[in-house]
């Protein structure tokens, strides 16, 4: 199978300078939309066999994900931090209980 690639430079840099400035001008919350600009990009860009790529990812789906991790981390910083480690083992369980539930593998 052949692989082209027929995007160019200048395009390139654009739409990731596009996404520079909507993570930096949003502090980082629209991260995932820069994201998906530049895999959109690349898979538009990018063909197997003749035939284009597709991304079919979601940047609303990406986000709830991103927010739903650091829901995750801020709960685990807080435990560890506020009650110390004899809460520690029981809130391990709970978040890979939680990470189970929704799909997650939790490597904490």
């Not at 001008?25 to 990018?46: D, I, M, Q, T």
């Amino acid at each position: 199978m052949e692989f082209q690639f027929r995007g160019g430079a200048t395009t390139y840099w654009g739409t990731a300078l596009l996404g520079a400035l909507i993570t930096i001008l949003s502090l980082g919350f629209l991260y995932p939309f820069a994201l998906v600009l530049n895999e959109r990009w690349r898979a538009k860009h990018s063909f197997i066999g003749g035939r284009q790529l597709e991304f079919s990812g979601s940047a609303f789906g990406l986000l709830g994900r991103w927010i739903l991790w650091l829901v995750l981390i801020c709960c685990d910083s807080w435990n560890l931090l506020v009650l110390g480690n004899s809460k520690t083992a029981e809130m391990e369980v709970g978040v890979h209980k939680l990470c189970y539930q929704v799909g997650f593998l939790y490597l904490g």
